[in-house]
C-alpha cells in the first residue's frame, strides 16, 4: 500500500525540450504512478548542468534521451507519497539526487516526480534547496573518480584540471576532505576562487605542464590527477602523473589519445561515466551512498557548491539555461521550483 499526502493534485508543470535548439516550454501532465522501489518527491529546487544543454540540442547521443522530452537530472524536494516496499524514506523527508532526465526517465525540471529511492539520500540542513540541488551530479563525478578509481588519502598531491568548473570545484573540496594536498587549474581570473576552495593555484595560460609539476611536486608528478576539462588536457594529464604510483582520472575521455606518455611512467588510467546508473539500472544503492557522503561532508563543514548569483523560476527555465552557457557564468545554476 502507497503511503501518500491526503492533498495532491491531479496534474503538474514540467518543462519540456520539444525539438533540437527550440525553447523550453511548460506543459501540464498527470502526476505519474509510483512503481515498486519509487517515491514521488514535490521538487523544490533542480540544478541544471552543460549536459542538460546538450541533450536540449540533441548533441548527447550518449544520454539517450530523444527529444522531445521532459529534461534535468539533478533536484532537491520533499517526499510526497511512498511505495509500500520503500522504507529508507517517508512522507516529509527531504531528499537530493540525480534521479532522471537521461534514458527516457522524466526530468527533474518540473513540479513532481517519481525517482527510484535508491538514487536519493537525506538532504542535510545546512544546505538550501538550490545548493542541494546542483549538487548530485558533479559530487557523484568528483566522488566516483577520486575516491572509487583513485583511492585518494590523506598526503596525496592531487591535480584537478579545471578546478573553477562544476566537477573541480567539487572535486577540490572532497580531495582536502581526506587530508591531500590540492593543485588546480584555472585562468588568473579564477585563482582567487580555486584558493578559496582549499587549492593551490596554476595558471595554465601561463605554465607549462613540466613548469608546474617541478613546482608543486620536484618533478616527481602527482599521486592523482583528475581532468574534468578533455582534451588536450588529457595529455597534461598523463604527463603530471606520478612515475608508478600515478593515477589519472577523466569525466570526459572523448576523442583519441597516446597513452605513451602514461605508460612510460608505469602510471594507471579511469575514466568515469556517471549515467550508467541511470541508463542501466546497475549500481543504482551506490549513487544514493554517494549523496549520502555528500550530505555528511556539507554537514561537517567540508563542502559547500558554489551558485551563481542569479536567481531563477520554473517559468524562467530558458533564461537560465543562457545563463549558465554564458563566458561569464560563475558558479552553478538552479531554478526554484516550488516554496
Not at 185 to 198: D, K
Not at 209 to 222: H, I, K, L
Request: glycine residues 12%; hydrophobic residues 45%; proline residues 4%.
Amino acid at each position: 500500500m502507497t503511503t501518500a499526502c491526503n492533498s495532491l493534485p491531479a496534474t503538474m508543470k514540467v518543462v519540456v525540450a520539444p525539438s533540437a535548439g527550440a525553447d523550453l516550454v511548460l506543459e501540464q501532465r498527470p502526476l505519474p504512478q509510483l512503481a515498486p522501489g519509487h517515491v514521488l518527491v514535490q521538487v523544490r529546487a533542480a540544478g541544471i548542468n552543460p549536459l542538460d544543454g546538450k541533450i536540449r540540442a540533441a548533441q548527447a547521443g550518449h544520454a539517450k534521451h530523444p527529444l522531445p522530452s521532459t529534461i534535468g537530472l539533478d533536484m532537491a524536494g520533499v517526499v510526497v507519497a511512498v511505495a509500500a516496499d520503500v522504507t529508507a524514506f517517508k512522507v516529509g523527508d527531504d531528499v537530493f539526487g540525480m534521479v532522471g532526465g537521461v534514458g527516457g526517465n522524466q526530468g527533474t525540471i518540473g513540479e513532481y516526480l517519481a525517482a527510484d529511492a535508491r538514487l536519493l539520500a537525506h538532504k542535510p540542513a545546512v544546505l538550501s534547496w538550490q545548493e542541494a540541488s546542483v549538487l548530485p551530479l558533479v559530487f557523484i563525478t568528483a566522488w566516483e573518480g577520486l575516491v572509487d578509481r583513485a583511492k585518494v588519502k590523506a598526503g596525496d598531491k592531487v591535480l584537478v584540471h579545471g578546478g573553477a568548473g562544476g566537477v573541480g570545484h567539487v572535486a577540490i573540496q572532497i580531495a582536502a576532505a581526506f587530508g591531500a594536498e590540492v593543485w588546480a587549474t584555472g585562468t588568473a581570473a579564477q585563482r582567487r576562487v580555486i584558493e578559496q576552495l582549499g587549492a593551490k593555484a596554476i595558471d595554465y595560460e601561463a605554465e607549462t605542464v613540466e613548469d608546474y609539476v617541478a613546482r608543486a611536486t620536484g618533478g616527481e608528478g602527482f599521486d592523482v590527477v583528475y581532468d574534468t576539462v578533455g582534451g588536450k588536457t588529457i595529455d597534461a594529464s598523463f604527463a603530471a602523473a606520478r612515475t608508478y604510483t600515478g593515477h589519472v582520472v577523466t569525466s570526459l575521455g572523448w576523442g583519441t589519445h597516446s597513452l605513451a606518455p602514461l605508460s612510460f611512467r608505469g602510471a594507471t588510467y579511469s575514466g568515469v561515466f556517471t549515467l550508467l546508473p541511470l541508463l542501466t539500472g546497475k549500481g543504482r544503492s551506490h549513487h544514493g551512498e554517494i549523496m549520502q557522503e555528500a550530505a555528511k561532508l556539507a554537514a561537517d563543514g567540508k563542502l559547500r557548491p558554489i551558485l551563481a548569483p542569479q536567481s531563477f523560476a520554473l517559468a524562467q527555465v530558458n533564461e537560465a539555461f543562457v545563463q549558465m552557457a554564458s563566458p561569464g557564468n560563475v558558479g552553478k545554476v538552479a531554478i526554484s521550483v516550488s516554496a
